[in-house]
């Protein structure tokens, strides 16, 4: 079955701009999650939403936001974009949020988007 | 709050040789183990988990990793590389109770040179 889809791969945006970025998880999964990768600060967890409702978030300002649909698609929007928010933004899903008995919980990532703000 | 270190940045190292990819973890909690790996200009994969049970996981090319809860500790190991093993090595830690929130460490890139 298909993987983990983010679109676009690859954006050039100026300072001041927004961005969103799009994320079609695993056919049956409901859980996903945001993480943006950096030389500096490595991999962050951004954002995880399941069933529509954000049920974790991760120490960034509220220009980060996302929303997931009643697809399980998910989207995140960076508003007012700064030089440090060039970075590798990863989408992962899951089938649920808990416990990890038998794996089915365990995230799988998508390819990223690479976002480059000049 | 937990946290993740990868002890090596960089592990180079000649092909056929065995290598040691170390990672250490601090949690209050219980937590899963994981390890990923991202090949350049692609996202992370998964290569081996530690969920419950036996604490020596292998992965289907070679690799294993054991859990020492008493060192609080998840190293990987392969006992003989690939040029293709080049990569960068991920190791995460996610409690069993806090959704799909990783920490992750800072990465560790395995250099395999022929």
């Known amino acids: 079955k298909a993987g983990v889809t983010q679109t676009p791969r690859y954006l050039i945006k100026t300072r001041g701009q927004q961005v969103t970025l799009s994320c079609s998880p695993i056919s049956g999964h409901r859980s996903v999650s945001w993480y943006q990768q950096t030389p500096g600060q490595g991999l962050q967890f951004l954002f995880e939403y399941f069933s529509e409702t954000q049920r974790n978030k991760g120490n960034f300002p509220g220009r980060f936001s996302g929303r997931q649909f009643s697809n399980s698609r998910s989207e995140m929007n960076v508003s007012t974009l700064e030089l440090g928010d060039s970075a590798l933004y990863l989408c992962?899903?899951?089938f649920g949020q808990g416990r990890l008995h038998s794996g089915a919980n365990v995230l799988t990532f998508g390819a990223g988007s690479r976002l480059t703000v000049l | 709050a937990q946290s993740v270190t990868q002890l090596d940045s960089q592990v180079p190292v000649f092909e056929e040789a065995p290598v040691e990819l170390r990672c250490n973890y601090s949690s209050s909690v219980s937590v899963y183990l994981f390890w990923y790996v991202q090949y350049p200009n692609q996202g992370l994969q998964l290569l081996l988990k530690?969920?419950?049970?036996?604490?020596l996981v292998e992965s289907i090319n070679g690799f294993e990793a054991e859990f020492n809860k008493s060192q609080t500790s998840f190293h990987l190991r392969k006992p003989s590389v690939h040029i293709s093993d080049t990569a960068e090595y991920f190791c995460a830690v996610r409690p069993h109770n806090a959704g799909n929130m990783l920490t992750f460490g800072g990465g560790t890139r395995l250099m395999v040179k022929p």
């Open positions: 530690y969920l419950s049970g036996s604490t």
């Open positions: 992962a899903s899951s």
